[in-house]
């Protein structure tokens, strides 16, 4: 059952240290709470048998890790909105360039043969 938290919490922090340093780093909270929660009951589950792993305090270590880098991207990095303005023009016009390919486009011409379908 030890290992099983081991590896559980293993897994979550490193989950948690990939996640932290991607753009969107707010999720990183749930697999760095997950990983606490393994990393603590494998850590009262080895306390229990006597014998401490340097693993789980390996991934205590990451995990703390992962909630730093998480806490410090959310405090300074700020999201600018860009002026959306541009967008819709640029979007209104090339669906206006769709338009007029669309109305180039001559249906009449293609014509469709007899085309068996089985």
């Not at 300074?76 to 303005?85: M, R, S, Y």
Request: glycine share 2%; with cysteine; hydrophobic share 55%.
């Amino acid at each position: 059952m030890k290992k099983i938290f081991t590896i559980l919490a293993i897994i979550a922090s490193i989950l948690a240290i990939i996640l932290s340093v991607l753009p969107a780093s707010n999720l990183a909270i749930i697999p760095a709470i997950l990983a606490l929660i393994c990393g603590l009951i494998a850590f009262y589950l080895s306390k229990k048998s006597g014998e401490i792993k340097k693993i789980i305090q390996f991934t205590f270590f990451l995990t703390i890790i992962a909630l730093a880098i998480t806490t410090y991207k959310s405090i300074f990095n700020t999201v600018e909105v860009a002026n959306t303005e541009d967008l819709e023009k640029k979007e209104a016009k090339s669906e206006e360039e769709a338009i007029e390919e669309l109305n180039e486009l001559d249906m009449d011409e293609i014509e469709i043969e007899d085309i068996s379908i089985e």
